[in-house]
Each structure stands twice: as structure tokens, then as C-alpha cells.
């Protein structure tokens, strides 16, 4: 079936999976994207949105906005800026995320906070944002990238796996709220992805890491990538509320 063209929004989307993200979705099912992020090389949005524009190479138009994901008002914004250069949001993929890994013994209150307030705070943020034109036209698909640690936690994680379970508990509520405007609302729980995020890790803790994961690799930004690109499309009309695990058989 011949798909319809969407706009869509990723959060954090200037590198890592965000990335991967967004330009699966230009290939497939969108004739423009938008990242917000809160910093790129150089500071310069427009740059960094015209080099992706150029990867991808289809025609789609990219465009980048700086905003705090954890900031309400930079989310409106965002919001305000995709309907103005893209004339509308039918994608929302919520994927700014942060770790500030440490034993709870030793963990600060400050990080607790910010990673709740950029990982979880920041989904409430952009949700509320965007559901307001999504509602309007009765259309809207929204992806939470959580983590297979908001299922099962992680020793070292209690403010990232907090946050992540409360991403699940959040997309269940909104596929449940926005069902009857025909929203879809569902999670993606990435194992261990090879970006940024996981780069500190070193070899033997990876190695620790890959004997809980039964495709015995690490996954690549793109793995998550295809999963989003489906739960956007058409194909997936009829899923909503679901936490879909992409981590090489990790947990089940
Ligand atoms: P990454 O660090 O490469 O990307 C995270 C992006 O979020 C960056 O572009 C960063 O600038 C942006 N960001 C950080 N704070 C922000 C803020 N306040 N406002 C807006 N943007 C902000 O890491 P990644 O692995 O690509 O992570 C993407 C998502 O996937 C995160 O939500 C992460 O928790 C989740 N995830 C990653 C893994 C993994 O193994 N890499 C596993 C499970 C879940």
C-alpha cells in the first residue's frame, strides 16, 4: 500500500539512534523531519540538519531546533517550529535521553533529578505539546525509546531504570487517553546499542555485558531505527500501548 507522507519530530535526534531514526523515517515514510537537541558540533543547527538532508539524499527536508527536551516551553517551541517549517506533526519519537550511572549509595539528588527530568519529564513535555494539533487532525504516532533496564533494572541505574520504567508507565496511559483520536502510542526498549552512550563501557564490561544476549552482539542504531519506521507506519495501525524489546533476545 502506498504510504502517506509524514512530518516528523525526534527528540535528541542529532546523533546515536535519534539519528538512525530520523533518517529511516525520511527514507521511508516522511517527506520532512525534525531534531531538537541541545547541542550539535558548532552549535550550528541548520548545518548539521543540511549535512544529514544530504546522507539521506531523497529530497526529504531536514531540519534541526535547538531546544532542552526537559524544558516545557523549548518543547512548545518545537512544536510551534515544526507546524511553521513543516506545516503540521504526524511523528513524535521521544528519544532524548542521559545516564548518570552510580550505586544509590553514592548517587547525588542533582542526578537523580536531571536524568528523571530528561528522560521521563521530557516525554510528558512533547507529548502534551504535540497532542494538541495530533488530536486536531485525528492522526498521530508516538514512539518512547525506553530501555529493557525500565523492565528488568540495573544495579548502577536506579535513576535511569526509574525513569525508563516510567516511560513504559506513561505510554501505556497515553495509548489508553489518545486511542478514540486515533493516536498510536507505544515503547521501544533497546538492549545494548552501540552510540555515545555505551562508548565509556570497556571491553570487558562488554564482553560481561553480551553473555546476557543471545544474538551475541552488540545492536546498532539502525536496528532500533527499522522497529520506529514500522510502529509509523501503516502496518501498525492496529498496535498501541506496546513496549517492544530490541535487544538481540536480552530479556524475554
Ligand atoms: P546518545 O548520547 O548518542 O544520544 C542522546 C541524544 O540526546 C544526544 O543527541 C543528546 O544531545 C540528546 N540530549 C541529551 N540531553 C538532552 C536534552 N536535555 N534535550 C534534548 N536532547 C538531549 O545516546 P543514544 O544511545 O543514541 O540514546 C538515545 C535514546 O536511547 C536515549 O533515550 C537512551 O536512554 C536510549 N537507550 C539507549 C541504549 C544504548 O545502549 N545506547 C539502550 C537503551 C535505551
Known sequence: MEEKKLRAIVTGGSRGIGKAILIELAKRNCSSVMFSDVIVEGDDFDAHAKKIEEEIGNGTKVYGFKADASNFADAEATIEAAIEKMGGVDILINNAGITRDNLLMRMSEADFDLVININLKSVFNYTKAA??????QRFGKIVNIASVV?????AGQANYSASKAGVIGFTKTMAR?????NINVNAIAP???????TAKLNENQKEALLTNVPLKRMGQPEDIARVVAFLCSSDADYMTGQVLAVDGGMVM
Open 131 to 136: 497532542i494538541k494539533p495530533m488530536m486536531k
Open 150 to 154: 525500565g523492565l528488568i533494572g540495573n
Open 177 to 181: 487517553e489518545l486511542s478514540s483520536r
Open 191 to 197: 538492549g545494548f546499542i552501540e552510540t555515545n552512550m
